[in-house]
């Protein structure tokens, strides 16, 4: 065992908290070491130079064959605030970690803090095929959830998740990669007590629920682990959360109304029709959405001369109606000389590069694209001042799209792993696409959040992006991707905006009615039912599908689709004020009914409610079943059942905490 001196010495150092950490020109895979089974004991020391506590953990590794090599250091200590702790393997891989993308400042994962709590839990650390492997081992009747945007149940084990932002049209309950990723797991412990668990890296990572009261987090090295709490609530622990990866955005309130989409609108003509389709039947709604057919050939910054000859005309025909206009951005840029947003970003050199070079070439919908290198600031504000140009026709928000990023006619459904990426030194420097792909749909983001702010400080940005990761929510909402109209994704769209809710991104919802797929009048005006309940709020529709409008689907559907959109606006002052509270806090907005009482073991695994607040949410997500016979589980306390006089069978029940 190592002598308690020479730990002493590498805490007095700080050697592990150190910044000297230089990146050569391309090194995708960090430095390995040979860890294949670890035995451990903690102490804590104090430097005597600084005097701050800091944690060193000790380790003696075994070869497997029953003998013991020289033994190494885990080393730990607390961070941000009292109760979070970055763990790393040693010295060497603490040196060898790349700069956090997640962290709103990438300093906070850096830097001690003076702290004389020890942490409740620590993991054990191990390598296997060259792969990093971080395991948690927690007492029975633990609960994990988060993962991010996940299919499936609402409590996690049991899953395996893997983080790599992928294509998925169509995804099911077992689909374990989805369109963003969030590396981050919450555990409730029996005594209600809640930790937070975030493996801070970009790159493709497996989390492994699958043993009950057992976390397996394993990624090429060398990433950090952080924990946060254990605290008393989960609410406590998402807040600590956002003092890490941030809060989100404060949207503009039009934007918490409801948003109507179709892939697509083929016409300013069509989109007018709509919105008077609206106004006509006295259905509550604010927003109008563009698809990519308003494009000319799909090519991005572009209007179709003859099917949307005007878009400020028609934005400003959308306003006096009091409708705001959102349109499709896609990162994939039409390679086309002569096409004015080729050139420029030729000129400027903002495209990611193959591993010849040049500029990679991918399919997508205008045909061969190049795509910009938002890992890059010179190419990001390249994006923005782009962005800042379009939004003068008139444009309210802009909607991201394919940016994981998808590429069709190949196999991955993205661009090749050792494609290169000229990052800034802050995010990670130069690196293959292996390290960047999960975050480059995130910083697109980024890129159009900030490209709005350019062309107007005085407006509040709306972005809502498709590809992300843990941190995305400063700068955009999302939603749950190309969902199918089923009553299994009906049931599927609660647990999946609550683990959202869950990883840090509250601002969330499906495509009500589903994407894919002819929903019926019932299943569609019971999803409306619910959907209207949810953070996000927008119906969208497949090209090809029957049309998905809230009148769409006879008499009795279309009232039930008022009467849900009524009760939203009747609530949107409680949505307005639960979102300035998670800007600000970063509370959740909606929450698993267990948040209500996280000790009662009976709440842990409901998945057709969830709180907003303090109201509480049962929708019936069975066909054969109105929600007037669900025999709803309700936490203890006063919970009064009450509704606006619109009482329907398709609509959920509401109820108030005492």
């Known amino acids: 065992m190592v002598s308690s001196s020479s730990s002493l010495t590498i805490a007095s150092s700080h050697s592990f908290f150190s910044n000297d950490r230089s990146l050569p020109s391309l090194n995708p895979i960090a430095p390995s070491l040979a860890l294949p089974a670890i035995r451990s004991s903690a102490l804590a020391v104090t430097s005597r130079s600084k005097g701050r506590r800091c944690l060193i953990r000790r380790m003696s590794v075994s070869k497997g064959d029953g003998s013991e090599t020289a033994p190494s250091d885990m080393i730990f200590g607390p961070i941000l605030e009292d109760g979070v702790f970055r763990f790393d393997c040693s010295v060497e891989h603490r040196k060898a970690a790349f700069p956090s993308v997640s962290f709103k400042n990438s300093k906070d994962r850096e830097v001690p803090i003076p702290s004389h709590i020890v942490p409740a839990f620590t993991p054990t650390y191990s390598l296997l095929e060259e792969q990093q492997v971080v395991t948690f081992q927690f007492s029975p009747g633990t609960s994990f959830y988060g993962t991010g945007e996940v299919g499936g149940q609402l409590e996690r084990t049991g899953k395996r998740v893997f983080t790599w932002n992928t294509d998925a049209w169509g995804y099911g309950p077992g689909t374990t990669s989805l369109y963003q990723s969030h590396p981050w797991v919450l555990v409730v412990l029996p005594t209600g007590e809640t930790l937070g668990v975030l493996a801070d890296t970009t790159r493709k990572c497996e989390i492994d629920l699958r043993k009950e009261g057992v976390i397996r987090i394993i990624s090429p090295p060398s990433y950090p682990i952080i924990t946060f709490g254990p605290f008393s609530t989960p609410t406590a622990v998402l807040q600590s959360l956002s003092h890490a990866v941030g809060t989100v955005f404060m949207p503009p309130k039009w934007a918490l109304g409801y948003h109507q989409c179709r892939w697509s609108y083929m016409s300013g003509k069509r989109v007018a029709e709509i919105a008077q389709t609206f ?62 947003v080729y050139d420029s970003g030729s000129k400027n050199n903002v495209w990611v590069k193959g591993a010849d070079g040049e500029p990679f070439i991918g399919e997508v919908w205008p045909g061969p694209c190049v795509f910009p290198d938002y890992t890059n600031s010179k190419a990001r504000s390249w994006w923005a001042n782009l962005v800042k140009d379009f939004i003068s026709n008139g444009v309210d928000g802009i909607w991201n799209d394919m940016n994981e990023p998808a590429v069709f006619k190949v196999v991955t459904k993205t661009m090749p792993e050792n494609n290169i990426h000229r990052g800034d030194d802050e995010l990670g420097g130069v690196q293959y696409h292996s390290h960047y792909h999960n975050v480059y749909g995130m910083l697109m983001a980024r890129s159009t959040y900030e490209g709005m702010e350019l062309a107007d400080k005085n407006k509040r940005p709306f972005v809502l992006t498709r590809a992300g990761f843990i941190g995305s929510q400063r700068y955009a909402a999302t939603w749950t991707g190309d969902n199918l109209s089923t009553w299994e994704h009906l049931h599927m769209s609660i647990s999946m905006v609550l683990q959202l809710g869950l990883s840090g991104q509250p601002l969330s919802g499906p495509d009500i009615g589903g994407f894919a797929g002819n929903a019926t009048p019932r299943l569609f005006g019971r999803w409306m039912g619910v959907g209207a309940m949810f953070p996000f709020c927008r119906g969208h529709s497949e090209a090809g599908t029957d049309d998905h409008e809230p009148w769409s689907f006879g008499e009795e559907c279309e009232e039930v689709c008022r009467a849900a959109l009524k009760r939203r606006y009747q609530l949107l002052p409680h949505f307005y004020t639960l979102f300035y509270i998670a800007h600000t806090t970063g509370a959740p907005v909606a929450t698993p009914i267990f948040f209500a009482d996280p000790k009662d073991s009976r709440l842990r695994t409901i998945e057709n409610a969830f709180l907003l607040g303090s109201l509480l949410i049962h929708a019936s997500t069975l066909s054969n079943q109105g929600s007037h016979e669900l025999q709803p589980i309700l936490p203890r306390g006063t919970w009064l059942r009450f509704d606006f006089e619109d009482s329907h069978p398709d609509l959920p029940t509401l109820y108030l905490q005492g």
């Open 279 to 340: 106004r006509d039947k006295k259905i509550p709604s604010d927003v109008i959405w563009m698809d990519i057919d308003y494009m000319d050939g799909f090519r991005c910054f572009t209007f179709d001369k003859e099917r949307f000859p005007d878009p400020s005309a028609l934005a400003k025909h959308l306003h006096n109606n009091g409708f705001k206009a959102i349109w499709m951005l896609d990162p994939g840029i039409k390679q086309e000389e002569g096409f004015d």
